[in-house]
């Protein structure tokens, strides 16, 4: 099934969506120097993306006003190639704690860049660096490994829903 069409990023490309998540609460951020937390990353069919707050449901909705992290994204193939490299086997991708996993598309290009995806619109705001959290959430060497490759925080333009384009991959 072919996937949504990205405007006024990197032209011509198409992001399908293979996986939507949300937690509601924080595992890291507040727990330095102290255990992570346990709140889990729930897979969805369906997120609901509200313009300038977030996606409803998930820790960082309503978090700052205009904040650059109102969603995130993460690409499958550099999941796929962290767990080649890496020789990791039990990693999961919501274990990066981003909102959508996407294929098909450079999430870095977008930094900067408004952009489309099932009707809703975003602008990229920076990439998702990679925190000292990543070794013990995807496994060792992941922290580093994922510099620059992090994936996107954006901001969420207008409101709607983005539904996952592919059945789970198991």
């Known amino acids: 099934m072919a996937g949504p069409t990205v405007t006024g990023g990197t032209t011509g490309s198409t992001l399908v969506i293979e996986g939507l ?17 346990h709140n889990p990353t729930v897979a969805v069919d369906a997120i609901e993306c509200v313009a300038g707050r977030g996606v409803r449901g998930d820790r ?5 006003p205009d ?10 193939e550099i999941f796929d190639q ?5 020789g990791l086997t039990d990693a999961r991708p919501e274990d990066a704690r ?3 996993l996407v294929s098909g598309g450079d999430l870095n290009a977008l930094v ?3 952009f489309e995806i099932q009707g809703v619109r975003f602008v990229g705001a920076e990439e998702c660096r990679p925190c000292y959290w990543m070794d013990g959430a995807l496994g060792t060497g992941a922290n580093d490994w994922l510099r620059g490759r992090g994936g996107l925080r954006a901001r969420i ?14």
């Open 112 to 114: 900067g860049r408004e």
């Open 82 to 86: 962290l767990c080649r490299e890496l």
């Open 157 to 170: 333009l207008s409101d709607g829903t983005l539904r996952r384009s592919l059945p789970p991959r198991h």
């Open 98 to 100: 981003r909102n959508v």
């Open 21 to 37: 998540f949300v937690s509601p609460g924080h595992n890291f951020v507040g727990h330095h120097g102290r255990p992570a937390g």
């Open 60 to 64: 960082y909705f309503d978090h700052a």
């Open 67 to 76: 904040g650059k992290g109102q969603i995130t994204f993460f690409s499958r």
